[in-house]
């Protein structure tokens, strides 16, 4: 059993300063606390803490707020960088932390004579970032500096946007690799948008490049929102949340690292004007406290995060189907696609083309319905491998009932035999695909490989293994479903 022992006090007084509009805060300290432990294996976890971070980062960031933060967490090193300690046991439904929104760093935090000479393509994001690049460049007289000198660095960060042209070339094969190159056209395009800044302020940007830009960017980008607003995910390299201040930059909170499974979050009040993460289990001193980022799949990870997850239940997969123009009907096909478009559903997509793109989950062999495979996928195939009659038969269904394709099988069951069997195929192309790409990653032979290109070897691993896991899910479902149809 662990025991921890808190040695010393620290004396808190509070000073209204009428001026700025703010309390002040007095630390007065007697003796700085201290950890110890009473077995060789807490000393084992103590070595977890990293010493320098959590003795003096904290106490500044709760100077600077005029509030306690936490009082059971303490700062420490993990395979994935910084990363938050239990200093003391916790127990599910404890407030761990809370970061009032006065020490978020956020657009409004930008000089007004600088924020006037951006136009509305300038995002949220952007302005962050430019003010973390203006912070940076004022060295120690920054008021953020301790924070701002424990940011990670660029050779830490691992997102594909700074991947080289080789490294990319691992995950062709997947779709995240257009996507990061659309990204980087996003990020060019806002630091020219921003250039009317930097250009009229040098003394607050000097010399700023694109390289530069980007990694503040990069730090502030990846803010998603899910489920209520009041849950926010937070990126491990990124230090960017979302609350009615716009994109905001949260210290010690974004210490935390990702756990899929765990049901913890960031939750941000109004009301209160604060951020703060409430504890879904129970932590003994010592353990890595760890919250979840979001259901997010390692496409969307490794992308926007730098990291995967060696096995990712939230893995998904894009397959493209198109019509090509020498169909049979090619015109009345597209014509009915584009006229019942599916709804706006997450993860999948919608018709506008002849061309698609659908994101498929893991599909569960026990499934009866294919559960995972998008429906909307299901009805192009079959408008695909229809004839005038049931053409007309579909677009009769659909619009007298909720405006969708094929909600039901094909009434011919040839044809929906000859729609499965073709994104059977479909799919089956792309398994191969898959295969050999990840085949050409291979085992590493060189000794002198460098650790950073090994470690985005391993997630380009981790990320085409995912997909194939699912697309091979997707497969075993269509092969079972055609069978089944044959026999009946």
């Not at 997947?174 to 056209?185: A, D, F, G, L, P």
């Not at 490049?209 to 607003?229: E, I, M, N, P, Q």
């Not at 992308?303 to 169909?327: K, M, R, S």
Request: proline share 5%.
């Amino acid at each position: 059993m662990r025991t921890l022992v808190l040695v010393g006090s620290a004396n808190f007084t509070y000073t209204w300063c009428p001026l700025a509009r703010r309390p002040f805060f007095t630390l007065s300290v007697r003796h700085r606390p201290k950890l110890k432990f009473s077995t060789s294996s807490d000393k084992a976890c103590r070595s977890y803490i990293d010493e320098e971070c959590d003795e003096d980062f904290l106490p500044w960031l709760e100077q600077k707020a005029c509030t306690k933060i936490s009082s059971t967490l303490s700062i420490g090193k993990s395979a994935h960088g910084r990363a938050l300690y239990a200093s003391k046991p916790i127990q599910a439904g404890d407030c761990i932390l809370r970061v009032p929104y006065s020490v978020q760093l956020a657009p409004d935090n930008l000089p007004p004579e600088i924020c006037s000479l951006f136009g509305d393509e300038v995002s949220s994001v952007s302005k962050v970032a430019l003010l973390l690049l203006h912070e940076q460049k004022m060295g120690q007289k920054s008021e953020w500096a301790p924070y701002i000198r424990r940011l990670p660095q660029p050779f830490e960060m691992h997102n594909t946007i700074f991947w080289s042209d080789d490294e990319l070339e691992m995950i062709r094969q997947s779709v995240i690799y257009q996507e990061t190159i659309k990204q980087r056209n996003h990020i060019e395009k806002q630091f020219m948008a921003i250039k009317p800044a930097t250009d009229q302020f040098p003394q607050c940007f000097e010399d700023v490049s694109l390289k530069d830009f980007a990694y503040a960017h990069a730090l502030v980008l990846w803010t998603r929102t899910f489920g209520d607003d009041l849950f926010l995910d937070i990126p491990v390299t990124s230090r960017a949340w979302e609350s009615s201040r716009g994109v905001s930059m949260i210290p010690f909170a974004d210490f935390l690292n990702h756990d899929g499974t765990s049901e913890a979050c960031l939750m941000s009040h109004e009301g209160k004007q604060l951020s703060e993460v409430i504890a879904e289990r129970d932590y003994s001193p010592g353990d890595q406290v760890l919250i979840s980022y979001g259901k997010f799949s390692n496409s969307s990870l490794v992308l926007d995060f730098g990291f995967t997850v060696p096995y990712n239940i939230y893995d998904q997969a894009q397959v493209e189907l198109n019509i090509p123009q020498h169909y049979h009907l090619f015109q009345m096909k597209l014509e009915l696609l584009q006229r019942f478009k599916a709804p706006a559903i997450k993860d999948v997509n919608e018709f506008s083309s002849s061309e698609k793109l659908f994101t498929i989950k893991e599909v569960k062999f026990a499934s009866k319905k294919g559960r995972g495979i998008p429906q909307s996928f299901r009805a192009f195939a079959c408008v695909l491998c229809s004839n005038a009659q049931e053409l007309s038969d579909l677009e009769s269904e659909a619009a007298q009932s909720d405006g969708r394709l094929a909600r039901s099988p094909l009434k011919n069951k040839s044809r929906e035999i000859e729609a499965h069997e073709l994104i059977h195929s479909k799919i089956t192309e792309q398994i191969n695909e898959y295969d050999a790409c990840i085949k050409s990653l291979g085992p590493s032979t060189s000794q002198n490989l460098v650790r950073k290109h090994a470690l985005r070897r391993q997630m380009a691993h981790d990320l085409l293994s995912g997909e194939l896991r699912v697309l091979k899910s997707a497969s075993a479902w269509l092969k079972k479903y055609c069978a089944t149809l044959l026999e009946g």
